[in-house]
């Protein structure tokens, strides 16, 4: 830093690694607005005193105000070799009714200095969007890590005001530099925008993004850390082979965390949209955070599903389907004052299991048992709620409409007029049923979760009938149709493809045939409309159906082509033919090479972008990469690998943050590892990993049971061979050694153990079936065996 205290008080210049950031005469400086009057350090009553004392600056003296107004402040500087220090006091002598407060404002060269800025709670400010003068964007955090994924800096500023609300904003300033404004309040800076709600984050020509507010009388004192980090370092993901891991990573930096509004609101939806919306109704915000692979995104959900708990459901358990900046979507007088409401096409009923889904999804990336806890009675409430709609007893909940001539949506796809037994949502609740159901296990209420887990039976069986015996399968279509009237008309037998692919990846659809036939008939017609992503619905809806103007076929949700579909495709590929669903990923990075993904979707006939509301979503198939074909699944009590890779991704090595560890998972042709640095686990097929100081722990394929326990002081890596309960075969490599526990073997049996092919004893497992081996001298490589004696 360049610090300039003559008759001001500013920081000229700011190097980052060698790179200038800032390099102006109001470049870092303080100030308030009152009554339309800026006051700031660039003007000063009088010269500051400096005072250097060996690793410490004191800028002291810097007084700025008029006749009637005076703040005084203190610049307190401290280096260290990671880090600046800066502590800014401030006094005044009354209280200040101010429109803004700068505490500081940094105003970097270009707008394109930095490609982005990622906030605390995990959202980011992407500056690719800040395509006007005068946009502007505030949130609620207290740190932003600016990067430049091209220059490979990046720039952690972090502040500290205890007892004190922080608040920051960005803005691309008429000079197309972008000024970064930090905001210390006594109480939560509150929206200006708009005039009835006071909710909207994103302005467009024009600053005055945060309502005006009072600076207490006397002293204030905040810290403002600055550091550098590497952008590779920090957020690189690894060797890519087979994908262009460039594209991976920019889609999931920056597409993936645009739908984060702020740090109570987490959605699909850009917070540049107009109208600001959220979806509640979209089960994957999330599993979003599975390929995000951020700590701060995780915490920042469970921050933003409380707030959603507390202030999203009705009494009655049910879930708003939506939040905006303004009423304009919302059915007349059902929104609540925190901006959630009934969407005026129709009552979505999709938001009430995908809030459960959700809680059950970042309680896996987390393994948070006590945060989860805390969502138990409000996910009960929710499902029992829909649950409810089952008036018939056959298991399909049935939503508020019985006949799509009533023209009312019911779901995600709010123009077509889904009605009475509708597939897409009694997927999605079959879905978080099955998942829920585990949780209520966990949290020891047995009987809840038989209760959940036979209503999931029900659904399926009903679900996977013929729809001449009142189930989705359309035999004469191929496929699941999308809803069935109360009078027992068939609609959507369109092939919609959410429906198909749901059923196939939530493992409603076990039938191999039907997934075959599902799958193929996609693919075909994909090839022959040469499409580069998967469409809403594959052929049109009958007149009727959907709203008016989504005729002539192909039009919005009648045919288009919306990404946020893609988690579920590749899924539903993955496991039959995983060749297809990278196919579909290399488009989806090729497109983003092509125009940033940034559109709400695209258009069939032009496979060109369209709409103002670019969407998270557009990121999901790249979540399937990590998920469905890596395999990238952490649970609760484990990190699961679960890959079905093809030939030409052999090679990849991922790194990923799991429970505060850095892991590298390797992904070769029928051999996959996990390591954490001190422990490493190999196998030919899917297993779990899990690690402390001391202990590592391997679960056998999908089973949520540890199947061995190894306590080393030292490294210590396993390959397994073969994991049977009579026989169990595995290759050690360890550097002291090694206490294991074998679980769930044969109970009260001999077993012979066997090291490189020679026996060395007998040991007997107890009444559990776990069996304990002491290894203490291990060599550099051995095969050990534990066969079962008969």
């Known amino acids: 830093m360049a610090l300039n205290y003559g008759r001001q008080a500013s920081i000229t210049s700011l190097v980052v690694n060698g790179q200038k950031v800032i390099n102006s005469a109001d470049g870092v400086f303080t100030s308030v607005s009152i009554n339309g009057v800026t006051y700031s350090s660039l003007q000063l009553k009088a010269a500051p005193v400096l005072i250097k004392t060996g690793n410490i600056i004191k800028l002291s003296n810097i007084s700025y105000g008029d006749k009637s107004l005076t703040i005084t402040e203190s610049w307190l500087f401290t280096i260290s070799n990671k880090a600046i220090k800066w502590t800014i006091e401030r006094a005044s002598s009354q209280p200040l009714n101010v429109d803004q407060s700068s505490a500081p404002v940094f ?5 394109n200095t930095w490609e982005g800025a990622y906030q605390g709670y995990g959202g980011l400010a992407w500056f690719y969007l800040f395509n006007e003068k005068l946009c502007t964007y505030g949130v609620h955090t207290q740190s932003s890590d600016f990067w430049n994924s091209k220059t490979g800096n990046g720039l952690n500023i972090t502040v500290a005001a205890p007892g004190k609300n922080v608040a920051m904003q960005y803005t691309r300033t008429n000079a197309d530099r972008l000024a970064y404004t930090i905001s210390v309040s006594n109480k939560q800076m509150e929206l200006k925008q708009d005039s009835d709600t006071h909710r909207r984050r994103f302005l467009r020509g024009r600053t005055d993004v945060w309502a005006p507010f009072t600076i207490a009388a006397g002293k204030s004192s905040q810290s403002i850390t600055l550091s550098y980090f590497n952008f590779d370092e920090k957020y690189g993901r690894g060797k890519f082979k087979g994908v262009d891991g460039a594209k991976v990573g920019a889609v999931l930096n920056t597409i993936a965390r645009i739908g984060v509004i702020d740090s109570l609101h987490f959605g699909g939806n850009s917070w540049a949209t107009p109208y600001g919306p959220i979806c509640l109704h979209e089960q994957y915000i999330a599993q979003l955070g599975l390929a995000i692979n951020d700590t701060k995104y995780l915490k920042g959900d469970e921050t933003c599903l409380d707030y959603y708990r507390d202030h999203a459901i009705k009494p009655d358990g049910r879930v708003y389907p939506r939040w905006a900046y303004t009423n304009e979507d919302a059915m007349p007088n059902q929104f609540n004052s925190d901006g959630f409401y009934e969407a005026q096409w129709g009552i979505l009923m999709d938001s009430n299991p995908d809030l459960v889904t959700n809680v059950a999804d970042l309680f896996d990336m987390t393994g948070d048992k006590t945060w989860v806890k805390g969502h138990q009675l409000s996910c009960e409430k929710a499902l029992d709620w829909i649950l409810k709609r089952d008036s018939n007893n056959n298991g399909l909940v049935e939503m508020m409409t019985d006949n799509h001539t009533q023209k009312r949506s019911s779901d995600w796809i709010d123009i077509v007029w889904a009605s009475y037994e509708n597939a897409f949502v009694n997927a999605k609740l079959y879905h978080a049923l099955v998942k829920w159901a585990a949780i209520e296990q966990q949290l020891n209420n047995p009987a809840k979760a038989v209760y959940y887990q036979n209503f999931a039976a029900k659904l399926k069986a009903s679900f996977n009938k013929p729809t001449t015996e009142g189930g989705f399968w359309d035999q004469e279509k191929g496929c699941y149709a999308y809803w069935i009237d109360k009078d027992k008309t068939v609609h959507g037998r369109n092939m919609v493809t959410p429906v198909n692919f749901m059923a196939i990846a939530y493992d409603i659809c076990d039938n191999d045939a039907r997934r075959q036939t599902i799958l193929d008939n996609i693919e075909t017609q994909m090839q022959q409309e040469k499409l580069f992503f998967w469409p809403l619905c594959m052929s049109s809806y009958l007149p009727g159906e959907a709203k008016e103007y989504q005729y002539p076929f192909p039009s919005y949700e009648n045919g288009d082509l ?39 979707r695209y258009g069939r006939v032009k496979q060109d972008g369209l709409g103002d509301d670019i969407l998270s979503g557009n990121s999901l198939a790249i979540v399937g990469l990590y998920q469905a074909i890596y395999g990238i699944n952490p649970l609760y009590n484990r990190f699961y690998l679960n890959p079905h890779i093809t030939p030409e991704l052999a090679g990849t090595v991922l790194n990923y943050r799991f429970r505060g560890k850095k892991l590298a998972i390797s992904l070769d042709s029928n051999s996959y590892a996990v390591a954490d640095g001190k422990f490493k686990v190999s196998a030919s097929q899917s ?37 049977e309960a009579g026989r169990v075969e595995w290759e050690q490599q360890a550097a002291k050694p090694v206490a294991y526990v074998l679980h769930r073997l044969h109970s009260n049996a001999t077993y012979k153990l066997t090291i490189n092919r020679k026996p060395v004893k007998t040991i007997k497992s107890d009444l559990k079936g776990d069996l304990m081996v002491n290894y203490k001298s291990p060599s550099a490589r051995e095969d050990m065996m534990i066969s079962k004696v008969d």
Request: charged share 15%.
């Open 562 to 600: 919306f990404l946020s579909w893609g988690l579920i495709a590749v899924k539903a590929y993955a496991e039959y033919k995983p060749a297809l669903a990278i196919k579909y990923v290399r488009n989806v990075l090729a497109q983003y090479g092509k125009d940033g993904l940034a559109f709400k």
């Open 107 to 111: 105003n970097f060269d270009s707008i």
């Open 687 to 723: 297993f779990g990993f899990n690690s402390t100081a001391n202990e590592l722990s391997y679960f056998n394929s999908d089973n949520p049971a540890v199947a061995l326990n190894a306590t080393s002081t030292g490294k210590l890596t396993i390959h397994i061979k073969n994991w």
